[in-house]
């Protein structure tokens, strides 16, 4: 079987919170949701807690930093120091803006790359898309998806919870 | 930030006409359902207005243009132009800070004002960001054509040179180099980012398998899983705070350009902020140009409401304001300094130089225009915030042109002054950035979803959600915060 | 390229290359040129001369192979010759020097000198002999004027033959004259230059007795009184007189130079008391001088001072300035000088002979000599008399030698015409120029450097000329021609020379093979000035001089027209010289252009401003002039400078400028005396190397003085020793290495007379392009050593500042810090080093460099000249490319050789470093040296109360200083000249 072994479609982000409450109330928590737009109201609930990026570009940040300063002294004081201006070659003041940049553009590309790498983007196929009319969920359509049940049981319920919540269909997947 | 957006505490008019302002232009306005916006917003992906292809053309044109005027200068060298000494810099450096100083209001409205939750960004910050891209396109186009050895432009990058000379970082051009390319790229990526939910809404709503091939590539395989935007939003928002000290940082920089030369009218401390707010302020004047014709053109009264107007209006009677305190501090600060050079360029030649009709022009323009926005009337009549918004930008061009020429052909010894004046490459030069600028801008507005669909989606949710809140209890909505 | 030089070019109004549009790169046209091909074959090689000659003993430079050597000649202008040495590399000269032991050069050399070099690789030149329209060669020419064919055609006298030369010293020529006489006693020659004024010689004969010229001794003298005379500036000997006043100011910083001339001259910008007078007027001043100083002197040998009514016809201001002078005079009796210029008539000279004979400086600082200049031209050898002759025909040959007489020539005589209507015309002559085209024969003269030859200087001291380098287009001297007239064809310059001079006995001239050889090294004949004499003036001759100035009055109404030589292109003879044509005039820095000089208050009664156009008219004849207007001109008087409007065949000469010749006419050929100006309402831009002349109160900043305070203090400036507050202090001189030695300069305004012999040095000796008429009005001169020119105060009487101005070498270089790719940095020895290679040209040295010394290669000047140009670089200096910025190196290169020189000779200490502007200055106002060593003459000087930085306040902290003018303090009256 390639798709979910169920998945709701919702034609209001209300329903689909709904139905995630529903579902949430009776802990089912291993669900994926879908929304044309960013809904960080539902994280609580399927206890989602907030990604640990920033870590990661903080990281990234600092290496930009020392990178930055290091090549200017590496270039200037250690390589080939030249009289300049009557000034030292040392001249950390004047070595503070590349710096900041470095730093800003180091830590800048962690934060883009990181979320690719994270999301394993760019991914062009994901079993949701073979459900037909999926494809919505970019536009004006909200999905619950779940794939781990303990029984058939726990399944129908699963389902019976969604039509509650309104859902528009509700798709169970034939074992 | 909220004095500023919220005419409510708006000190120029009173709470009631306020109150009223805000119940006539709510941030959007009687909004179809998710799949009808959809559909509004990416309708300029599918079908072309009749009027687009002949501006595509001329502005194409006008591109290559730009090209010969370079070929000219590459081929003949930078005689080609009207410098001279002691006018060594003019026009080019005049447009490549112009250029950079529009390119800051995009990152300011989309990454400032998320972080402030100016939810009215949502609606133009696209916009505002691709007009950041495509004048940081131009800006750095000038520098390279600028040198006398253009092709040895990356010298002043420290790569792994055999020689084993590396660039001075003690100039203030190498810290241009890495603030420009710092922010072109960080400005790319944050876009880029922003784009990806739309480019997946363009790929599902793409009419034939082509354009949803195409689209579908660049929406990097997005489906706007809860997982997805957990870190979405994580990362975006991270973009935001970066660029945020970054877009202050980038127009510091090149202020120091003049400020680190001993140059009377270059050497003051007060240019990094002076330049900064001088950016945003011809920046938000360029938005201007480009939203109202947008906003008329597609039909976007909806989402790109008077609030918007009305508010970019009041930023720019703010940093207007700023600039022209920056302005007093300048020639303050040369009085009282003493100094003889100090006081003669910035009181004297500025003044009455032979520059000075661009001088007064500039302050005329730049100084008082922007006050016409104490009126609410004003700030949201299109036709005035148009004309407004053309003027500051040529006055700020003349600013540049002011502070960079009208310093240079006056220095210290009356010996070597020397007046300056531009050859037809020059002006070919200004000409085509313009030309460059409007080509990209429109294909941009050809094939990249220009309002973010998603966060329309996303506040007017909000909206209703709030809507309904006030509807209980009849008290104000946060919308404006 | 070709193209351009056949076209007619007379409505061209700048010359080709010159001024083409903006932004063609060949503009520079003139410096890639036609004829390129035979320059090529010719330059390619090495070209040795034939016959021996002999480096300067002492030269400069080790002798070693591969390295210059120095080879002692003489360039003669209007005959007279200046001792100079040449710099030849590899066969080429690339450098000319002043001959220290030469009495005209005393090692320095100006602005012509050093140009000349550029003459002899300028592709322009003749490259082919011609008869009509075909080419001839030397032995057919030979043959058609050998005596035997010649007399066929002149006559067994010659009494159809004429020969026409400019006014010639040598020897040689003399002799050869004399031969000619002997072969043709009917033929006769005259002599024609267009400055040449016999009046000097005249006032002698009638004055003194005898044909003599005066000579003076400006280190005895005190006070020294130049009556519209530019001795400092121009003149045979003023590189001397400018040295020997120099040397005075410096002993006695009371010696005081008090002028009155028409139109502002180098020699005024030094002057104590200067006085702007028309011509006319500087005549009734010398009366009135004499009237004040000649009473009694002789009898009692005292002087008064005291002025009387003769001053009647003077303004106030020159009544004044006469009392003050005389009264400086008479304080200063013996020790005094009074110079009259060439322009003035003999009566004015006679005056002078007066003055100073009541004096008493004759026989102090003023002596007579005989001319050096052989036969004047009396009246029935100059120009008109053969004009007429020519007019009334029998003349069937007319023989020109050099001086292109049709251009220079005053315009009543139409010379162009009446020579074109002789059968049977030779014109020697470097150009295809206005001479040429109207001659049937033309054949291409030599260089001085090309030449074997002789001439004598001012004072008689006679000089060998002799060739660096072999005749680059086949070219002929006068000599050989002369002696081809005589009979003698076969005999080149060199052995003529030798019989010439073995036939000359007694005239010291070199006898022995070691006299010879002495000679060709020393580049001076030893004892072979001529003897003094200290005749009385006639009382007679005074008193006809003084009614004959009187009748003639003060010119009020109508307005005087003077065509003086122009500091470039002298009278034309230049024209062709791209450096001269670029050298900034010493006072107005005009370049590419001559123009009607008037005083402020003359033009805005005319109602024009500089750069209008106006009509000259003297008489019938009428010329279209741009105005220049300058502070401190004489009121009434207008000043044009001969040598413009050149309508030959030289590319880079034609149509720079308007002809002054077409309002000369002999009768008035100096000064026109009843002139009318109007306006034509059209104007045409003039290419001025510096635009403003005030100096907007930064006196103190940038000359080191504080105006009106200075005046009224002390004579000599304090210095002004901030120091500016610093973070970081300057780098210690290491011990050994380069930083052993820690180079600067020190230039002396007090005797700096602007008259930029050091920018043309600077040009040959660092390779500088020239940029054009176009160029220099975009303000893009490469001359990496200027002269700022400031004029500020009243403008009839203005203050005149003058500073050379070039890069600074600060030890907080403002343009080194902010070059992003390290390409100006400072070296070990305190030069600011400019890296051409690693220049990408972002041009932000420049503007944060406060003294704009910095210049930049907006097109590539050096990629397209001519094979001959290219000879003429220094290979010791690089030749920069386009798109770099460049900018004065101290002469590093010369400095290098040094330190290697020393280092060769294990001498820990560098030996003397002599830079090219150095070298070149008459007055020795430049000083370079190094700070390490306290006795060197730069640090002594560096200490001294006078030196000061230019722009001190900036901290910039420059290795040059400059020393401030001496100005005395202001004496009460504010009129006549007030202390300046």
Known sequence: ?175 | MTTISAPRSDPGSNGSRAHAQLERYPIMRELPDDGTLTTQLLAPLWTSHPAWKWLFMASGALSLWFLFAMGVTFARGIGAWGNNIPVAWAYAITDFVWWIGIGHAGTFISAFLLLLHQRWRASINRLAEAMTLFALVNASLFPILHLGRPWFFYWLVPYPATMGVWPNFKSSLPWDVAAISTYFTVSLLFWYLGLVPDLAAARDRAPGRTRRRVYGVFALGWHGSGTEWRHYRVAYTLLAGLATPLVVSVHSIVSLDFAIAQLPGWHSTIFPPYFVVGAIYSGFAMVLMLVLPVRHVFRLHNVITRRHLDHIALLLLVTGSLLAYSYLCEAFGAWYSGDLFERYTMLTARTRGPYAVFFWIMTAVNVLTPQLFWWTRLRTNVVVLFVVGVMIWIGMWLERFVIIVASLNRDFLPSSWHLYAPTWVDWSLLAGSIGLFSFLFLAFLRWVPFVPVSEVKREQREIAFESAYVDRDGAMPEVTR | MSRRVEQPEVNLEFPPGAADPPEWVSRRDFLTLLGAGAAMAAGACMRRPDKPILPYVEAPADVVPGMPLYYATAMPLDGYATGVLVRSNTGRPTKIEGNPDHPASLGASGALEQASLLELYDPHRAEAMRVGRRRATWDAFAAAFAPAALSRRVGARGAGLRVLMPPTTSPLTASLLGRLGEAYPDARTHFFAPLASSARIAAARTSLGAALVPQYDFRAADVVVALDADILATGPFHLRYAREWADRRRASPSAQLHVAEPTPSPTGTLAARRLGATWSAVAAIATALVDAVHRDARSTGRVSGTTDASGGALTPDARAWVAAVAADLAAHAGHSIVVCGERQPSDVHVLTNALNDALGNVGTTVWYTPPAVLNDGGPDHDLSALATELRTGGVDTLVILDGNPCYGAPSDIELSRVVGAVHNTVYLGAYDDETARVSTWHLPAAHYLESWGDARAYDGTTSVIQPLIAPLHGGRTADEVLAVLAGQPNNSTHDLLRDAWNSARGQGAPTTESDWSEALRRGVVAGSAFARATPAVRGDAVAQARATVAARGVAREQIEIGFVPSHAVHDGRFADNGWLQELPDPVTKLTWDNAALMAPAMASRLGVATNDVVKLQVGDRALDTPVLVVPGHADGAVALAMGYGRQGGEAVARGVGVNANALRTSQAPHVAPSAAVSRTGRSHELALAQTHWAIEGRGSSIVGEDGEAQRSTASSVQPRKRRPLTLYEPKPPSRDGFGADQWAMVIDLDVCTGCSACVVACQAENNIPVVGKDGVMKSREMHWLRIDRYIDGPPDDPRFETQPMLCQHCEKAPCEYVCPVNATVHSEDGLNEMVYNRCVGTRFCSNNCPYKVRRFNWFDYNGEIAETERMAKNPEVTIRARGVMEKCTFCVQRIRDAQMASRLAGDPATGPVVTACQQSCPTQAIVFGSLTDPESEVSRQFGDPRSFSALDELGTVPRVRYLARRREADSSDSSGGRAR
């Open chain 1, 1 to 175: 079987m390639t798709h979910p072994r169920l998945a709701a479609e919702f034609t209001t982000a209300d329903a689909l919170q709904a139905a995630v409450d529903a579902l949430a109330r009776e802990h089912y928590r291993e669900l994926e949701t879908y929304a044309p737009f960013d809904m960080p109201e539902l994280d609580a609930k399927l206890g989602r807690r907030r990604s640990r990026l920033g870590w990661v570009v903080v990281a990234g940040g600092l290496a930009g930093l020392i990178i930055a300063y290091g090549i200017q002294w590496w270039a200037n004081v250690h390589s080939y120091p030249l009289y300049v201006g009557g000034r030292p070659a040392h001249a950390v003041p004047a070595f503070v803006p590349a710096t900041f940049e470095g730093m800003i553009l180091a830590a800048s590309l962690t934060a883009f790359f990181g979320v690719l790498i994270v999301l394993r983007l760019p991914k062009l196929w994901i079993p949701e898309d073979e459900i037909d009319g999926f494809s919505r969920a970019s536009v004006d359509r909200f999905w619950v998806t779940a794939n781990h049940f303990a029984s058939d049981l726990d399944r129908d319920r699963a389902a019976e919870l969604m039509r509650s919540a309104g859902a528009r269909r509700v798709i169970v997947a034939e074992d």
